[in-house]
């Protein structure tokens, strides 16, 4: 049973350095769907990884790490409207994800794509936000800064 394991395991590895995974993100993303049905910050915290890295449509570079991921995620749950928020579409591939979702931020209708990449330990390694249009931008904006300054 224990070479089995350290098989399994070696060919684990092998496909890893291909870009192969024997997870796929498509097995993963049920994760963040429970975070976004929950919005527990304990249950957000268990599936970003500790090198993670966060890139906002309203900051001009990523953040990286955990705690600022975990904060910037808290306040973008906290700045749209989530009794309306939806996801209309979901795409996956290998190990990343890309979801389309809508929502509406006071009278402001917000489209945009969340991308999210997956690590082999099968947490968020990358967390990318894509906002359309300009108005929506400015609106999460305002929301976002009212949402970080509550937290701090």
Not at 66 to 78: D, F, I, P, R, W
């Amino acid at each position: 049973m224990r070479i089995r394991y350290y098989y399994i395991l070696n060919i684990s590895r092998v496909l890893q350095k291909k870009g192969i995974y024997m997870i796929q993100a498509s097995e993963l993303i049920h994760k963040w769907h429970n975070v976004v049905k929950s919005y527990e910050v304990k249950d957000l915290d268990e599936i970003i990884a500790e090198d993670a890295s966060f890139s906002s449509p309203v900051v001009f570079k990523p953040m990286h790490g955990k705690e600022v991921t975990l904060m910037y995620l808290y306040a973008a749950g906290q700045s749209f409207n989530m009794n309306k928020f939806k996801y209309t579409k979901e795409v996956h591939d290998g190990m990343n994800s890309v979801l389309e979702f809508e929502t509406f931020i006071d009278d402001i209708s917000v489209n945009g794509v969340d991308i999210i990449e997956w690590n082999e330990d099968g947490k968020i390694q990358n967390f990318k936000v894509m906002i359309r249009p300009i108005k929506a931008v400015q609106k999460v904006q305002e929301k976002m800064v009212e949402a970080l300054d509550s937290l701090n």
